[in-house]
């Protein structure tokens, strides 16, 4: 067997192997982004991975939640600490930064992009 079958080979096995992570959501907050095209939604959650304890997510879902992308967990304490944050972030330092001609922060396609 030579190493392209070989890598195949492990391949295979990897996808007969995956399942996919449990998770329950237990409820769903709001819709931060909502994506017409692809049916995806940027949603804001409460959400238990596997045998963890549920916690505030952030991530893409597809049309049924029946998938996800990568995203990010806060537990209760982060949550506090990132809602004190958002109270007082002043969102003209946002402006400011992403000031410019190639600026589309606001672009739920595009996501953020630093004005070069």
């Given at each position: 067997m030579n190493n392209e079958e070989n890598r195949n080979e492990g391949q295979d096995n990897k996808t007969e192997d995956f399942k996919p992570m449990?998770?329950?959501?237990?409820?769903?907050?709001?819709?931060?982004r909502d994506n017409q095209k692809s049916g995806?939604?940027?949603?804001?959650?409460?959400?238990?991975?596997?045998?963890?304890?549920?916690?505030?997510?952030?991530?893409?879902?597809?049309?049924?939640?029946s998938r996800s992308s990568k995203g990010m967990t806060f537990t209760r304490s982060e949550t506090e600490k990132l809602r004190n944050i958002l109270s007082i972030l002043d969102l003209q330092i946002i402006d400011d930064y992403f000031q410019g001609p190639e600026a589309n922060y606001d672009n739920g396609e595009e996501g953020l992009k630093k004005a070069v």
């Open positions: 449990e998770r329950i959501v237990r409820a769903e907050l709001a819709t931060l995806w939604k940027r949603m804001v959650t409460v959400t238990k991975w596997g045998t963890g304890k549920f916690k505030l997510d952030i991530r893409d879902w597809n049309a049924d939640m």
